[in-house]
């Protein structure tokens, strides 16, 4: 059903991005090219982790990534994500629009074993070859900086239960984002920065996941630093 009606909120996104809030990303042509190359010569599963600063970060990052064409050609690539349920799924209605948008709405703060259902259903998704999106820090940075502290465990618990997960780290930020917004400024230009890995942990448990997450984070907070370096 997705990928049915996916030709519409694709191009309906891409518009307001292109046109309405008028904004371009810097090296797109390569950073494309670059994404293309990770999907198409290995088919193991591959989890994008990302900072986030603004509510529409996901889209920004698929839209950063690939063209409305490429994800109509190869769906499997336009990643899911797990927004936050108050916000994006608060009737039965919203819930099942945003599955049919590959999003599984997810409750923070909510009971552990509700939690944990959620993320074993993103984690069978991811190992079925779909692309994912996770947070990390499991909401929008109130700082505007990476804040390693913050690192949630589920994200490590998703990489260590789907054997030979990628982490495809992606720092975005556009050059007028000082701190967390709803939206990107109007006719900003988005820099993004890309570090594929594979982070593994010799704990188990709760352990092993608060490792592999604080991994993640740790390396999103370097790319942070060396995009402030370069500027």
């Avoid at 309906?12 to 090296?27: D, K, S, T």
């Avoid at 109130?142 to 990628?166: N, T």
């Amino acid at each position: 059903m997705a990928r049915v009606v996916s030709p519409i909120p694709i191009l309906i996104v891409v518009g307001l991005l292109r046109f309405w809030l008028r904004l371009r990303v810097a090296g797109a042509k390569e950073i494309r090219a670059r994404y293309r190359e990770i999907v198409e010569q290995d088919r193991t599963p591959l989890l994008i982790c990302a900072n986030h600063l603004t509510m529409i970060d996901s889209v920004l990052i698929g839209w950063a990534l690939a063209g409305p064409w490429w994800y109509l050609r190869h769906f499997r690539t336009l990643p899911w994500n797990l927004p936050e349920q108050t916000n994006f799924a608060t009737n039965p209605l919203h819930r099942a629009l945003i599955y049919l948008f590959k999003c599984q709405p997810i409750r923070r703060g909510g009971s552990r074993a509700e939690v944990a259902e959620t993320l074993q259903r993103f984690a069978h998704i991811l190992a079925a070859s779909d692309v994912g999106l996770i947070f990390p820090e499991g909401g929008r940075s109130r700082s505007g900086r990476v804040d390693v502290e913050s690192a949630a465990w589920g994200v490590g618990r998703v990489v260590k239960s789907v054997p030979g997960c990628r982490v495809l780290c992606i720092y975005l930020r556009g050059d007028s984002q000082t701190e967390y917004s709803d939206l990107p400024s109007r006719g900003d230009t988005l820099r993004v920065s890309m570090y594929l890995f594979e982070p593994k942990s010799d704990h188990t448990g709760l352990r092993g996941s608060r490792d592999v997450a604080r991994q993640i984070v740790s390396r999103l907070s370097e790319m942070e630093r060396e995009h402030f370096d370069a500027r």
